[in-house]
């Protein structure tokens, strides 16, 4: 009985995480990191797109 109710966490736990990288996706579709923003390029990139008042990111082509 109990391994149903660690097997049940464990499931429920996955499908958790699957539903939070989905939505994760969707928040940073529109930046060129992906909701990364642990890099210095990162930053340099969301300044120079403030300073010059574009809607796309810099690094779009």
């Given at each position: 009985?109990?391994?149903?109710?660690?097997?049940?966490?464990?499931?429920?736990?996955?499908l958790?995480?699957?539903?939070y990288?989905?939505?994760?996706?969707?928040?940073?579709?529109?930046?060129?990191?992906?909701?990364c923003?642990?890099?210095?390029?990162?930053?340099?990139?969301?300044?120079?797109?403030?300073?010059?008042?574009?809607?796309?990111?810099?690094?779009?082509?």
């Amino acid at each position: 009985m109990w391994q149903y109710v660690v097997l049940g966490i464990v499931l429920l736990s996955a499908l958790g995480y699957v539903v939070y990288r989905i939505w994760q996706s969707f928040q940073a579709a529109s930046d060129p990191c992906h909701g990364c923003s642990g890099c210095a390029i990162h930053d340099q990139l969301k300044a120079k797109q403030k300073l010059e008042g574009r809607k796309k990111p810099v690094c779009f082509k």
